[in-house]
């Protein structure tokens, strides 16, 4: 699965890639400006490129867009399968079991995405007013100072509310996929209680899956940055990295869904 | 042996004294006397102001004319605010709490006793617009004989805005610019454009700064006793403290176009030396620790033009950087004074507080001591200043990392102007040549300070480093301190490239000034193709129907096969500029081909046994004001790594962004 998971990532991301190599090679294939990309970020190079090809880099980044909203509805349809087969009451891993889980949840973790992307709106859009209550204008505000402690009061608070509200989205999806349940506001309301009735738990486990996303993250950015990839071994190396790192995000992924699946089935028993 | 001591001790006495008295820099043609008093309750300047104006021509000048910049946001429909708008965030405090400010003289008389005020009235000489208050015409009953010198003495109250632009309070922050009635610029005939001797003293619009007289100024300022103030010029004594809870604190300041201060109970107090010249910074508690960011650059600034120029000719230099609050007094110059602007909330890699820093200090040269019109031909301060700014930061901190060293994101000084240009949506809207006030579509600043920028650093690229340095040193050695034009400009460009390259530019460059300073031509030139194909001999039935020959390869004596290799240029742009075009083969020969840029496509050809590799127009990247860069080489085969390396990094932050935006699922 969590091979799979990474070639579908990598096959939607090729769809992408592709046009955008050819908008390249057709704008600036034969240019020797085409070494200045060699040296990391050039400012007059991708400036000149936007400005003058930028209608042919357009039509590659809508694209890009939608193959990035395709694979989010994609992304819904394999969470049911995920949680299927991590639910794994029947000891059964196939693909079958997939395919089916993915199809059999779809409507509902669709309406459980959208209701949860509403909430994260709100709670944003709830500190945002609150920061903007504090004032951001020279006109109301003393100094600069001001809205730095506002950002650094504000901050921690919004996101510890994103956080609450991303865990509990997960034990909803993994209510749903448990309960099988026909509406899923009896899953979101369960889940909720399970939250707060074993938070320190639920946060821990949450924390320590984020600790290890950071610690990957970590170690894609000093790898990436400890060499220059100007040659066509070192782009294959920075590519190999990345690729590393892409991989081991998904598998973050898993781990968070696995471990969370497994603390349900723990404290449910 | 007495005797010589005594005459020794009595010329060094002599000379020390004459030192100490200094030769005028300027002629010193409006020289003030003022006392202000800053009412913080009222927000009101109360002041008295001594004119000493001295007629410059040898015309009789029967008038004075004053700029009353305050007026300009007196009411709705002055042409400030008619070219503007009034700015959303006053409109409550300007319409609702009548918050306008404005400027009135009470009272005027010359130094033969006549009352002035009976007969003065508003002009408009720009736009006929009445309910413009910016411009004050004083009839004199006693003309002005030539050279001739008046005293005018006036009583004037200003009514301080809320920092609107450049200028005003906020909170218990005041930043005094444009503050005081200020006699306008007398141009004789020959001077600049004058064909006839007349003022030159528009009305205050919304784009374009200012233009003043040369003079001394003597300036006392009363404001409550805990504020701090910083000023235009040096203190010749100590605040005195009046004992009524004010405080008096005095300015000189000698050959300047102009005065401003600024005052607030929350500076902070930071002093420098360099090289005799006193610098001064006055922040707010929280911006003090940029104090090591300003005193780092500002004496680099200052060595680059005693190096490129001559020394910094004042003996101080104060920068006042406003609070979060005074924000829109902030980046500014006046002279012996600069405002800059800076914000914790901005990382150190963000360079902007030196690049407002070295910006404002270059105006000391370009603006306040070669004294240019703002108003009508603002390239030569704005333009000159971006382009010296350009080549300190460039210098300091690299040409690709001046602006901006953030995570990665790296800017450049002087590209970021020619990125500006060139991003502009329509960069042909209007020549350089233009007034201010006229620019169309929002587009002076980008025009005045970037594309300048550009076509100067273009020009120095073309005449070679060395011409232009002496140039622009003659420039400024013929014009400080006096009112140079664009003419003037070009005459000495032109003076400096002829003499040292005679052969190449024969009379000068007013080919090239005629395209990027008054004209809107766009250059663009492109290596379109290159071809190499196999030389092959002729085929077919030539005298003899009978015989029909066939197409051969040609050889040489060494067998090697012959190509016919062509390059195509091309001219995508109007604008014509003689070209170099390096041209590379296979065995790493280079030819080096002059092209006059006339032709809107010109083709080079060559026969021999290498195949050309690439094509490049303008190798030594000396045509700046080239709009794409990037089709400006072709290479026979394509050349990818770099599109690779891009191509591989967008992939990446695609399945980033993909698996970034499951986290919602």
């Given amino acids: 699965m969590w091979v799979l998971l990474y070639l579908l990532n990598f096959v939607f991301a090729l769809l992408s890639a592709v046009p955008f190599s050819g908008f390249l090679s057709k704008s600036i294939g034969h240019s020797l400006a085409n070494t200045n990309m060699l040296d990391g970020f050039d400012y007059t190079f991708i400036s000149d490129l936007l400005r003058e090809y930028g209608s042919r880099f357009s039509v590659v980044m809508n694209l890009s867009m939608g193959i990035i909203l395709l694979f989010f509805i994609f992304s819904i349809f394999w969470m049911g399968g995920i949680l299927s087969i991590l639910k794994n009451e029947e000891n059964d891993y196939s693909f079958r079991k997939f395919w089916q889980g993915s199809a059999v949840f779809f409507w509902k973790l669709t309406r459980l995405t959208f209701y949860f992307t509403f909430f994260q709106v709100v709670i944003l859009g709830f500190f945002a007013f609150l920061f903007l209550q504090q004032g951001v204008s020279p006109f109301e505000v003393e100094s600069e100072i001001s809205i730095i402690k506002s950002i650094i009061i504000l901050l921690p608070i919004y996101l510890f509310f994103a956080t609450i509200f991303f865990m509990i989205q997960d034990y909803a999806k993994i209510h749903i996929v448990h309960d099988d349940s026909k509406f899923i506001f009896q899953p979101i309301k369960n889940a909720f209680r399970f939250v707060f009735r074993n938070f320190r738990k639920c946060l821990g486990l949450y924390l320590l899956n984020l600790l290890t996303f950071a610690a990957f993250f970590g170690i894609y950015w000093i790898l990436s940055n400890s060499f220059n990839s100007n040659s066509t071994p070192t782009i294959a190396l920075l590519f190999l990295v990345g690729q590393a790192f892409i991989f081991s995000r998904i598998a973050v992924k898993l781990l968070n869904l696995g471990s969370a699946m497994e603390l349900f089935q723990i404290e449910a028993k | ?665």
């Avoid at chain 2, 005594?6 to 010329?11: G, W």
């Avoid at chain 2, 700014?389 to 060293?405: A, P, R």
């Avoid at chain 2, 195509?568 to 083969?585: A, H, K, S, Y």
């Avoid at chain 2, 794409?628 to 967008?650: D, Q």
């Fill in chain 2, 1 to 665: 042996m007495k005797y010589k001591l005594i005459f020794l001790f009595l010329l060094f006495t002599c000379l020390g004294f004459q030192s100490s008295k200094k030769a005028p820099l300027s002629a010193r043609i409006a020289n003030y006397d003022i006392q202000v008093k800053l009412d913080v309750e009222q927000k009101k300047l109360i002041a008295h102001t001594k004119l000493i104006w001295k007629n410059p021509s040898a015309d009789t000048v029967s008038d004075l004319q004053f700029h009353l910049y305050y007026n300009a946001f007196k009411n709705s429909e002055s042409t400030f605010f008619n070219e503007r708008g009034l700015p959303a965030l006053f409109k409550t405090s300007l319409q609702e709490d009548c918050n306008w400010s404005w400027v009135e003289i009470q009272n005027m008389t010359d130094n033969y006793g006549n009352d002035l005020a009976a007969n003065m009235h508003y002009i408009q000489p720009d736009d006929d617009n009445k309910s413009d208050q910016t411009v004050l015409r004083v009839p004199l009953p006693r003309p002005v004989l030539p050279n001739e010198t008046i005293e005018v003495e006036f009583d004037w109250i200003g009514k301080i805005p809320k920092t609107m632009i450049r200028t005003g309070y906020n909170k218990d922050f005041y930043f005094m610019a444009q503050w005081y009635p200020k006699v306008g610029v007398y141009e004789p005939a020959g001077m600049r454009y004058a064909e006839k001797g007349g003022w030159n003293c528009h009305q205050y619009h919304s784009s374009g700064e200012y233009y003043g007289e040369f003079g001394n100024y003597k300036v006392a300022m009363t404001v409550p006793e805990n504020y701090v103030v910083g000023s235009s010029g040096t203190q010749p004594n100590t605040p005195k403290n009046n004992g009524d809870q004010t405080t008096t604190w005095n300015f000189e300041v000698d050959d300047v176009i102009d005065f401003a201060w600024g005052a607030s109970p929350h500076f902070v107090e930071n002093k420098m030396n360099w090289k005799g010249i006193e610098i001064r910074l006055l922040t707010y508690p929280e911006h003090v620790h940029f104090k090591e960011r300003y005193f780092s650059i500002l004496p680099q600034a200052l060595e680059f033009f005693e190096e490129n120029f001559e020394k910094y000719p004042y003996p101080s230099l104060t920068i006042i950087a406003p609070p979060f609050h005074g924000i829109y007094t902030g980046g500014m110059e006046y002279p012996t004074l600069i405002t800059t602007l800076n914000s914790c909330l901005l990382p150190t890699g963000v360079r902007s507080t030196e690049i407002l820093t070295v910006h404002e200090f270059v105006h000391q040269y370009f603006q306040q001591i070669v004294a240019t019109n703002e108003m009508e031909e603002a390239w030569m301060d704005e333009g000159i200043t971006n382009f010296y700014e350009g080549v300190i930061m460039d210098k300091i901190y690299g040409e690709k990392s001046s602006t901006i060293d953030f995570m990665g994101i790296k800017t450049g000084n002087a590209e970021s102007d020619r990125v500006s240009y060139f991003n502009m949506e329509n960069p042909a809207i209007a020549p350089n040549s233009l007034n201010s006030w006229e620019f169309p579509g929002g587009s002076y600043h980008t025009i005045q300070y970037s594309k300048s920028a550009v076509w100067l650093n273009t020009l120095k690229r073309i005449v070679g480093e060395k011409t232009f340095k002496e140039a622009m040193k003659t420039y400024y050695s013929r014009w400080k301190f006096k009112h140079p034009s664009a003419k003037d400009f070009v005459d000495v460009i032109n003076e400096v490239v002829a003499k040292n390259h005679p052969e190449e530019f024969g009379e000068g460059m007013d080919w090239f000034f005629q395209q990027v300073l008054y004209g809107t031509e766009i250059c663009d030139y492109a290596v379109s193709s290159i071809s190499n194909n196999n030389k092959i001999t002729s085929s077919g039935i030539f005298d003899n129907l009978d015989e029909c020959e066939k197409s051969e390869l040609v050889k040489n004596e060494k067998g090697e096969e012959i190509f016919i290799s062509n390059v195509v240029v091309q001219r995508l742009g109007n604008m014509t500029l003689p070209m170099e075009i390096l041209v590379r083969f296979e065995d790493g020969k280079e030819i080096i081909e002059k092209w006059d840029g006339m032709a809107t496509m010109t083709t080079f050809s060559y026969e021999g046994s290498q195949k050309i590799e690439c094509a490049e127009i303008d190798p030594q990247h000396k045509i700046f004001l080239d709009k794409n860069l990037l089709n400006n080489s072709f290479t026979s085969k394509p050349n990818l790594s770099g599109v690779r390396k891009y191509v591989n990094e967008f992939m990446f932050w695609m399945q980033n962004a993909m698996e970034g935006l499951g986290m919602l699922i």
